[in-house]
């Protein structure tokens, strides 16, 4: 039997058809009248060619014909899910013990003055968001949709989530108001930064709440529903800090990038740029740069960014641990100081005179005590010019 040919050009459904998270499928059909209500059958009828704009129909009848648009949201396999799931549920478990290990440290070490400094602080704050953060996320995974208790976990995980964001913020801010513009006193920044770590996501998840609280809890997890839109109420707060932070990286990375410059062309030392590779990658874990992946992975096709933001994301605080206590010469020199005052205290000679830190001689303090200096870092003035770059 001849066939008969036909062309169609496609012009409604594009925008949905055209979704790169959708996959479609074309079907050449004709309304079948045969058992007295017309449905859609594709008998005798075969694709020959097409794609959203135009398609052409091999078919050995005639009646009425059209173009069948089948729309499928394209899902991930189960073999990858599990894979992310393995990996948040090991980088978060990793990522807890090195956040309890840079709060302890933080702690012990807090009578030294070096660590008592308002960088210090912030690096404990977000440390510490991001610490309950994680541990609501874990125990997230055992609510089931819908539930009191999941929604109230949403809740508390948008509130922590964004938290973590603004002490991102804060260390973005801190770190600008000392390389690139000094403004304010020490004790005004510290109620500012409070304000905004604090202060600001509680002031966000209320007002969220208050407008939308049955979209907290009620999709595929414990979280803000997409389908409502109330997920922006994360995303727009988050996607604004990575900008502000991404660009105080840039602007950042500019200034040292020009001290190791100087320094090569004074001192010929060429691992001087070495170091404004140093100091950005110190950087990346406390300005939350790491999500501009998570961005990118909103897109199911895009398998690799999905696998790369949950490596990063979920180790957040293995890298907060590695370059802010056991890279950092600052920490470390603390911890040797605090480690010697123990053994000579403990031992059985009392004459033994114990040496004092080196930043306390420094800033003209007895030892042990809280210097009412500020340390290099917070010294506006000389700030960009005395940067130790390993204590970033």
Request: charge should be positive; charged fraction near 10%; include cysteine.
């Amino acid at each position: 039997m001849k066939h008969i040919i036909l062309s169609f050009q496609s012009r409604r459904q594009r925008n949905e058809a055209t979704n790169s998270s959708n996959q479609v499928f074309l079907y050449c059909a004709f309304l079948d009248f045969s058992s007295g209500e017309g449905v859609w059958s594709n008998q005798g009828c075969a694709l020959a060619e097409g794609n959203l704009s135009y398609s052409i129909c091999h078919c050995t009848h005639l009646t009425n014909f059209a173009i069948l648009m089948q729309v499928v949201p394209l899902e991930l396999t189960h073999e990858h899910k599990m894979a992310l799931l393995s990996i948040t549920y090991i980088g978060c478990s990793v990522s807890l013990v090195c956040l309890v290990l840079t709060l302890g440290t933080f702690a012990m070490l807090s009578s030294v003055s070096t660590i008592r400094n308002q960088r210090y602080h912030i690096h404990a704050n977000l440390s510490f968001a991001v610490l309950v953060a994680q541990i609501l996320l874990l125990v997230s995974f055992s609510f089931k949709p819908g539930t009191v208790p999941c929604r109230v976990m949403a809740m508390l995980l948008h509130y922590f989530f964004l938290s973590a964001f603004a002490w991102m913020l804060v260390e973005g801010l801190h770190l600008y108001s000392m390389v690139i513009k000094v403004f304010g006193s020490e004790n005004s920044k510290h109620r500012y930064y409070y304000g905004i770590g604090w202060g600001f996501p509680f002031l966000v998840c209320v007002i969220s709440v208050s407008s939308a609280m049955s979209s907290y809890g009620t999709s595929m997890n414990c979280w803000l529903s997409i389908s409502t839109g109330a997920v922006w109420a994360f995303v727009a707060p988050a996607l604004s800090i990575i900008v502000v932070n991404v660009g105080i990286l840039i602007a950042v990375t500019r200034v040292i990038s020009q001290i190791s410059a100087d320094n090569y062309k004074i001192h010929g030392d060429p691992s001087a740029f070495k170091l404004t590779a140093k100091a950005v990658a110190v950087l990346l874990p406390i300005l939350g740069t790491s999500w501009v992946f998570g961005v990118l992975a909103v897109n199911s096709q895009a398998l690799a960014f999905q696998y790369v933001f949950a490596i990063l994301n979920s180790l957040q605080g293995f890298f907060i641990f590695l370059f802010h206590c056991f890279l950092n010469s600052e920490v470390r020199a603390a911890f040797k100081h605090k480690t010697k005052v123990w053994t000579l205290t403990s031992s059985s000679s009392r004459n033994t005179n114990v040496k004092p830190f080196s930043s306390d001689i420094i800033n003209g303090t007895r030892p042990g005590t809280v210097s009412t200096k500020l340390s290099p870092w917070d010294r506006g003035s000389h700030s960009a010019h005395r940067m130790d770059l390993s204590t970033v």
